[in-house]
């Protein structure tokens, strides 16, 4: 018997008790964490209107739409391309001070975020690097928090733990949006002061009051993988998202020669960078962890939920903001809070699912709630489909109730699955290769539901506008490029809570009849006019979520049988530290048996009742 601290996990600051609540405290601040994180996901969303208008910049101008979709997709492609580097930093050099460093960083972005004084494409830009900075923040965050908690609990209790870290960020990504619909008609730089005081308090509370207890192997920095990784998947995600502009008379811009290059790019980047992989002695990605069948199975299935999820969050702000909201007596300047508002039930939904399935599979295993959770939310976006557009709200609420129903089921066995997979000096690896998964199918997720519903539109809609405006008395001549305008303009023009027919008539509507000018720029021409073509395009992007879902369910059946509840298979020296999270001593004092070689099978303990 030797003593190895390196094993069991050197504390942040030696010479501290962790006391009986270590690990209800590495959950509160790795909660708060996620819940920041996420809430700064999509409060820029439903703000958008509020800081273009701020800054003084039309962000329907067609110089200006990359900057439109850069300030929200840069967050989510900067944070999707280094959460696996920064887990693999947390197991060389300490997950809690990866993750405070998280909080530290994403606390000076929203501070500069809020400081803009610049207007015009200046303005733009310098709120674009900081979000882009906000995303490092959020991706050490994001890479560490569930390491973090696996560390501190034990393994019959972590789908429970992991659970309150899925609610915090599913409910972040709704909260975010009324938050933003509230704060930003006061003062758009609100939207970013919100996260500030908050960040500064978890810095402090994670540098004073978390510790370093799980497994840490020092290894050198796989820089080429590192930078084939990063070249690669960066290339895809900023290809994904130029290709949602239009493009040589093309209603999107799949064609263009610079989005196909850097798609095919990144994708041989990317497939040299799983041969790096296999050569090299200490690679960021962990390849060999795909053998766990829990591992890969897992991670097939949360790809394919999330992609099936990730576009769908866009699809129903826009149904509600441009067509339904109006209909039923809501200007389009309000129509973005109260998108947020009406669908809480979406969040509510997996609230009540999320910590349940997380107790329940603790006790009965995982495949149940995630194969079972995968179908229903496919069966929801069915059900979805076949509600009318202009719907009765109590349908419409029922729906995604249970589609959040079937996510919170889903996730968090999900979760907990995956990380009790992986051998406890790479949990920050899985956990950084998990995110990694999501985050990335989230941003391919918009870029897949925008193209099929553009794809749906742009076969109807030029007709049904063409035929709409020209019986307001609207010259043949007009209504033919207007109505031929690609497609996604409308969209970005309800989802952003504008007047799309105002955006795209114009001075045209000074010439018209007035009551005819009146009825066209009203709240009720435009939603009758796209209700057909919409129901078709969505019709098109739900059937690409069905789909996935049905595959998600499929791998989450082939994750393997359960282990028996009695039985954790955990390191020795792992156990004792996860137990010193409950105890009064640290993780130091422990005497544990030299470990075996990295991989090897850990003998069965037998689990530890809270």
Known sequence: MTVNSDVAGAPARAGRALGPHYKWIALSNTTLGMLMATINQSIVLIALPDIFHGIGLDPLSPGNTSYLLWMFMGFLVVSAVLVVSFGRLGDMFGRVRMYTLGFAVFSVASIFLTVTWMHGAQGAMWLIVW?????????????????????AFPANQRGTALSVNSIAAIAGSFIGLILGGAL????????????????????????????????????????????????????????????????????????????????????????AFVYVETRVAEPLFRISLFRIRAFAAGNIASLMLAMGRGGMQFMLIIWLQGIWLPLHGYGYSQTPLWAGIYLVPLTVGFLLAAPLSGVLSDRLGAKAFTAGGALLTGATFLMLTFVPVNFAYWQFAVVIALNGFGSGLFFSPNWAEMMNSAPPSQRGAAGGMIATFQNSAFVLSIGIFFTLMVAGLSSTLPASMFGGLTAQGVPAAAAAPISHLPPIGVLFASFLGYNPMRQLLGPLLAHMNPAHAAYVAGREFFPHLITGPFHHGIGVAFGFAIAACVVAAVASALTGRRAPASAAREPLGYELAAVAAEGAFEPSELVVPDVAEEGAEPPDRPGKPD
């Open 131 to 151: 979000r882009v900075v906000q995303g490092i923040g959020g991706a050490f965050l994001f890479a560490n928090s569930a390491a973090i908690v696996t560390d």
């Open 184 to 271: 930003a008609p006061v003062n758009w730089h609100l939207i970013f002061l919100v996260s500030a005081p908050i960040g500064a308090f978890g810095t402090i509370w994670a540098y004073f009051m978390l510790h370093d207890i799980g497994v840490r192997k020092h290894a050198r920095m796989d820089w080429w993988g590192n930078l084939l990784f990063g070249a690669g998947l960066i290339a895809i995600l900023v290809g994904i998202t130029y290709g949602l502009l239009p493009y040589g008379g093309h209603p999107m811009g799949w064609t263009n020669p610079w989005v196909l290059s850097a798609l095919f790019g990144g994708l041989a980047l990317l497939i």
